[in-house]
């Protein structure tokens, strides 16, 4: 059964930084495209970042600078740090496998002060 789960999501002040995590079962990571959605109530989920199987990487314009995806195919799990937090950021993260089209559950964001 393949499962991704994310963790890492809490409650930050704007400027600050959270690092979330996707860590695969079921599946191998290596050699997948990996990426990062959010989605706030009401709105549509957006990409946010990918990353290819040889490491190449893409961002949202709107988190370009300030977000940096990243993985470990030791620990068979997808990073992605997140610096200079601002309230538009909240929301629900999602990781994804982009061609197998697997799923997480997500963990919650809240940039607030």
């Known amino acids: 059964q393949v499962q991704l789960v994310e963790s890492g999501g809490g409650l930050v002040q704007p400027g600050g930084s959270l690092t979330l995590s996707c860590t695969a079962s079921?599946?191998?990571?290596?050699?997948?495209?990996m990426a990062w959605y959010r989605q706030v109530p009401g709105k549509q989920r957006e990409w946010v970042a990918n990353i290819g199987s040889s490491g190449n990487t893409n961002y949202a314009d709107s988190v370009k600078g300030r977000f940096t995806i990243s993985r470990d195919n030791a620990r068979n799990t997808v990073y992605l740090q997140t610096n200079n937090l601002k309230p538009e950021d909240t929301g629900v993260y999602y990781c994804?496998?982009?061609?197998?089209?697997?799923w997480g559950k997500g963990t919650l964001v809240t940039v607030s002060s």
């Open positions: 994804k496998a982009v061609v197998l089209g697997y």
């Open positions: 079921g599946i191998i990571l290596n050699g997948n495209v």
